[in-house]
Every structure is written in C-alpha cells, then in structure tokens.
C-alpha cells in the first residue's frame, strides 16, 4: 500500500473526500513528526509508539573502495509495533 493507496481507504471508511483524508493524513503525519524532532514520544494506543533514538558513530566500510570510514552519530526515528499490529 502506498500514500495514494491509504488515502483511497481513509476516505472510503471515514466517508471523506480524497482531498480530506489526504489533508488529514498529512496533518497527522506532521505532528508526528514535529514531536519527534522535539524529542516527545509519540503513542498511539494499540497501534504502537514513535519514538527518536541516539545512533553512535561507529565504524563501516565504504563498499566501492573498501576503506574505512567513520559514520557519524545520529538521531533516528523508531517504531514499535502495539497489540493491534500483532499478525
């Protein structure tokens, strides 16, 4: 399923318009994601939670040149999954 896709299915079962159901996935997406950058958790109950890790610099290969590089620290979003999400 893609973003089209999940529109289609958001209007479908909520009774919006397409241009709706994309605004508020939008929305939705946005604030997600504007807590995230503050560093705020984001859960969704029986859905999962969003939260941002620390990634450490560590080590790596460059696969063309087969050197070592450093690859630097980061912040990376993280997903885990809640009840409803069990297949």
Do not use: C, W, Y
């Not at 479908?12 to 995230?36: G, M």
């Not at 984001?42 to 087969?66: D, E, M, Y």
Request: charged content about 20%; cysteine-free.
């Amino acid at each position: 399923m893609n973003k089209a896709d999940l529109v289609a299915a958001i209007a479908a079962k909520a009774e919006l318009t397409k241009v709706s159901a994309a605004a508020a996935l939008d929305a939705t997406i946005d604030a997600i994601v504007a807590s995230l950058k503050k560093g705020e958790n984001v859960q969704l109950i029986g859905f999962g939670t969003f939260s941002v890790v620390n990634k450490a610099a560590h080590k790596g290969i460059n696969p063309a040149t087969k050197q070592v590089i450093t690859i630097p620290a980061k912040k990376v979003a993280k997903f885990k999954a809640g009840a409803k999400l069990a297949l």
